[in-house]
């Protein structure tokens, strides 16, 4: 970034406290038409598509693991197939602004796609759960990077009136992963064909690379939102993020009781240390610098979008315990784990439409109650041999759940895109809302893997420690998201 913006960006922070009043062209917001009209559409299409790729392999996989687990082995490093997945992909996603910056949208899309169809290859040939996780790690390096380029390329690629839109458009496709995942996942699993799951996304991303070659400018800064600048990359903060990820995923693999809080504190430790590198980090760190500036509420906008995406984590178990609680086959067991994403597609579709600011405030502010609310009424009604009603109502209190989420997400990633007058800040804010999703998603999912290991060899206890914990976590919301409808709402 050159000096002049540079200055430009500190006189934003320094004359508002809260995010840029609307400029004239919000109140004129664009439709769906408009969207997907001749003009937009093969640019919406790859950002929407490389999301979907992305959460269609989280609900894959998720759909799979009981099947994989039988076959391969590997069920004590059950969490850890999601947690090195996700962790990797946090390390992907500080790369997007300095590829886009260096690549240009095109060719940093087809490496994105590329390197994510050599971990599915991997993943197809795996003998053995470390085989696996190596795959799921190259997988998510991809997938980290192209699920960023759709968050990062919207404020680049579009005119503002359709920021909103194609922010809801970019999120719904964890939707869309919700549906596709966990049906053909569960179709795969219910064949005994798992490994030809892996096959399947390795032909989506060679496709998606096609595509994106074909439609996205090849050099930086065109329409599709290159130049968000590089700078150094944040390896104190990367290196002790990943270390915490690890202590968590290693809880849940050592004995209960000492080694498990020992880890337990050391990952909390390690977390401390991540904000405590990022604050003196300077230009080098993972979030936005000026998210740590006093008085900023970027701090408070991420913090909200971590805690409501940590619920998400949940899906990555549900179909564990639909199978060995409710007596499903995979394929529905996979529906119902894929029910806290459909709730969330589901409730934006008509979030997005909310374009006063106080409504925009009240959906935040209303979301995590939602969340809570309903992964609370999924533990309680836990319990062994459910009955098909019971489990109806499991599906019913994880759509509620993720109907919390939906409300609040677009309006927070058009906050992060608006919360800065200079473009390239404003594309790194809103490219950092997919890196908060990523480091939620990891530490969460290796604290869930012990909160599942802590009811031992019972399903319904595990169930519940495992729901109750994300609960407990996602209730700090409450605080975080009144901060930020507070800001937003002005």
Not at 280 to 298: F, H, W
Not at 375 to 397: E, F, I, K
């Amino acid at each position: 970034m050159t000096e002049s913006a540079a200055a430009k960006t500190d006189t934003n922070v320094a004359q508002q406290e809260s995010y840029p009043a609307q400029s004239p062209s919000e109140g004129a917001s664009g439709g769906w038409r408009e969207l997907f009209s001749r003009r937009h559409a093969a640019a919406a299409s790859i950002l929407a598509g490389g999301v979907a790729l992305y959460a269609m392999n989280l609900y894959f996989t998720a759909a799979l693991m009981p099947s994989i687990v039988a076959d391969i082995g590997g069920e004590r490093y059950y969490a850890w197939v999601a947690t090195g997945f996700l962790t990797a992909a946090v390390i992907a996603s500080m790369l997007v602004s300095r590829l886009l910056d260096r690549l240009g949208a095109a060719r940093a899309y087809v490496l994105g796609f590329l390197v994510f169809g050599a971990g599915a290859v991997l993943n197809a040939l795996s003998p053995s759960m470390a085989a696996l996780i190596l795959g799921r790690v190259v997988q998510g390096l991809g997938g980290g990077l192209v699920a960023g380029l759709g968050y990062a390329v919207i404020r680049g690629a579009l005119p503002e009136r359709l920021w909103t839109r194609a922010a809801g458009l970019v999120s719904a496709m964890w939707g869309v992963g919700t549906l596709v995942g966990p049906s053909l996942g569960g179709l795969f699993a219910q064949l005994g064909a798992w490994r030809g799951a892996y096959v399947l996304l390795l032909v989506a991303a060679l496709v998606l690379a096609a595509l994106a070659r074909r439609v996205l400018p090849g050099r930086s800064g065109g329409p599709s939102g290159g130049g968000h600048g590089g700078g150094p990359v944040p390896l104190p903060s990367l290196l002790l993020l990943t270390l915490a990820a690890a202590a968590f995923s290693v809880s849940s693999t050592v004995p209960s009781g000492l080694p498990t809080a020992v880890c337990l504190v050391a990952g909390l430790a390690l977390l401390a240390g991540f904000v405590a590198a990022e604050r003196r980090g300077g230009a080098a760190t993972v979030l936005p610098e000026r998210t740590y500036r006093a008085g900023n509420p970027l701090k408070w906008l991420y913090l909200t979008v971590a805690v409501l995406c940590a619920g998400v984590v949940a899906e990555n178990f549900i179909p564990l315990f639909g199978q060995q609680l409710g007596g499903l086959g995979p394929l529905v067991a996979g529906f119902l784990g894929a029910a806290v994403s459909a709730g969330w597609t589901t409730a934006q579709l008509f979030s997005v439409g909310i374009e006063s600011a106080r409504g925009r405030a009240r959906a935040i502010r209303t979301a995590p109650l939602v969340l809570v609310g309903g992964l609370l009424a999924y533990g309680l009604l836990q319990t062994d041999h459910a009955s098909g009603p019971r489990v109806v109502l499991w599906a019913v209190a994880l759509f509620v759940a993720g109907t919390g989420i939906g409300l609040a997400f677009p309006h927070l990633s058009v906050a992060a895109m608006r919360s800065s007058d200079d473009p390239a800040e404003g594309g790194k804010a809103a490219a950092a809302i997919n890196t908060t999703q990523l480091i939620a998603f990891s530490v969460t999912s290796a604290l869930a893997g012990t909160l599942v290991n802590l009811g031992a060899d019972s399903p319904v206890d595990a169930a519940r420690y495992m729901t109750f914990g994300i609960a407990a976590i996602t209730l700090l919301g409450v605080a975080t998201a009144a901060f930020t409808a507070r800001r937003h709402g002005r």
